[in-house]
């Protein structure tokens, strides 16, 4: 929706897309105030304290695709932060081998099938059903497809339990055989159809931008969402914090709503919250299932991580371990080995249906996926965060009732890249 003359805008939530969509309407003339439920911005794009040291409590790197978060970062004066991942490849680690990711591949579909490192992950056989896909006849892929089934056609079992299987459940927490075509990468379908699946893959492969698939920011990726904030209160916005939002009701031509502080009015609201949250306060919001996910960090004095044996982190097939995948953050990221020196910190990431302590847990499936025996001995530190609506699904409707718009996982959107293309995008207030 575009609007022609000034108003009154409440934002509610003060993660990337709450932050972007406030100093929009602000710029456009706009009176603006968000609310966010927590005692400090930023949302997913937030710190969490480990072993004294700030660590990106949800997002620690963003994807690259389109240039749409390094064109912000350029706007908000932190290109000098951007920082590229280390550390080496990421592994699999299966129930009886573990595997380096191969080095060519999109999703986890390898382009080139023939490659060594395809083979080890696959055996021969599984290389060889993969390397004949270019050759089968071309189908015709619906958007709302399910991306396991049409690759187990394509490619074959192996490759999408060894490969698929365990990115699709790292990067967007639901099995590969629930991962709709189009919500795995919009327009994917009209490609497989048109190219078929590998070369699709390598396609969308070779448009990446150059250089890293992600990168990050020295200091972590909160430092993104900081830097908005302070933008956006330069711009006149006011944002209050541990103001969690209870009730919103229409009011004549506007809408009131009720925190702890008090109560707010505006002539329109943008929700910028989780879809769960958001569908509480408006009963027009399309309900999804609520997908959890825990993130367990670890800081170890463990030298025998110092060889970094399996990279950068690690994907789990499933089964494995409780945990669905591990980051070793000071494998990846340079800034981290740099302000936690003598000690190593990873990151284990579990899917939850229900609120979970994972604490019990955690030591024994990171040192599965790294392949090193660790004891408690060697934990200084152990914080758990929990993310809900962790996948989220499109809405049906943006504007579900007049005034009203939704943003960010709201709106289904998930991951930086996604959000900010979406706010470049937007008219909103405009």
Do not use: C
């Not at 930023?42 to 004294?52: H, L, Q």
């Not at 399910?146 to 459940?169: Q, S, W």
């Not at 945990?323 to 080995?337: I, Q, Y």
């Amino acid at each position: 929706m575009s609007v022609a003359e000034p108003r009154s805008w409440t934002v509610i939530g003060a993660g990337p897309a709450g932050l972007l969509s406030a100093r929009r309407l602000a710029a456009a003339g706009h009176s603006v105030t968000v609310l966010e439920a927590e005692g400090h911005v930023g949302g997913r794009v937030s710190r969490v304290r480990v072993d004294g040291l700030d660590m990106d409590a949800g997002a620690e790197s963003f994807a690259t695709r389109g240039g749409y978060v390094e064109r912000l970062v350029e706007e908000l004066g932190l290109t000098d932060r951007l920082v590229a991942p280390t550390g080496g490849p990421a592994w699999i680690v299966g129930p009886d081998r573990a595997y380096p990711m191969p080095a060519a591949g999109w999703l986890g579909i390898p382009t080139r099938s023939l490659a060594p490192d395809v083979i080890r992950a696959l055996g021969l056989g599984g290389a060889l059903r993969a390397a004949v896909e270019p050759w089968l006849p071309r189908e015709l892929v619906a958007p709302d497809a399910m991306l396991g089934e049409v690759a187990r056609r394509r490619l074959g079992d192996r490759a999408v339990e060894r490969l698929m299987a365990p990115v699709a459940r790292g990067i967007f927490s639901r099995p590969v055989d629930e991962l709709r075509v189009d919500a795995a990468a919009g327009g994917l379908a009209a490609e497989i159809t048109e190219r078929g699946l590998i070369r699709a893959a390598g396609h969308r492969r070779a448009n990446a931008p150059a250089g890293s698939a992600v990168l990050g920011l020295d200091g972590g990726v909160a430092t993104l969402t900081d830097a908005l904030a302070a933008d956006a209160r330069a711009k006149g916005v006011s944002i209050v914090t541990g103001a969690a939002v209870s009730s919103l009701m229409r009011v004549d031509q506007g809408w009131r709503l009720w925190t702890e502080a008090g109560r707010y009015d505006a002539d329109a609201v943008v929700v910028a919250s989780s879809r769960p949250a958001a569908a509480a306060l408006v009963p027009q919001v399309e309900r999804a299932p609520d997908k959890q996910v825990a993130l367990v960090t670890l800081s170890l004095d463990a030298p025998e991580l110092d060889s970094h044996p399996r990279g950068s982190g690690v994907l789990a097939i499933d089964g494995v371990t409780r945990a669905k995948a591990l980051t070793h953050a000071t494998a990846k990221w340079r800034w981290v080995a740099r302000e936690a020196p003598r000690r190593h910190l990873v990151r284990l990431s579990y899917s939850l249906e229900t609120a979970e302590d994972l604490a019990p847990f955690a030591l024994a499936d990171a040192s599965r996926l790294l392949g090193v025996p660790l004891k408690d001995s060697q934990v200084r530190d152990l914080v758990q965060v929990v993310w809900h609506d962790a996948s989220p699904t499109r809405a049906g409707d943006r504007e579900p009732v007049p005034g009203i718009h939704l943003v960010g996982a709201a709106a289904g959107f998930s991951g930086l890249a996604a959000i900010v293309d979406d706010d470049q995008r937007s008219t909103l207030g405009a």
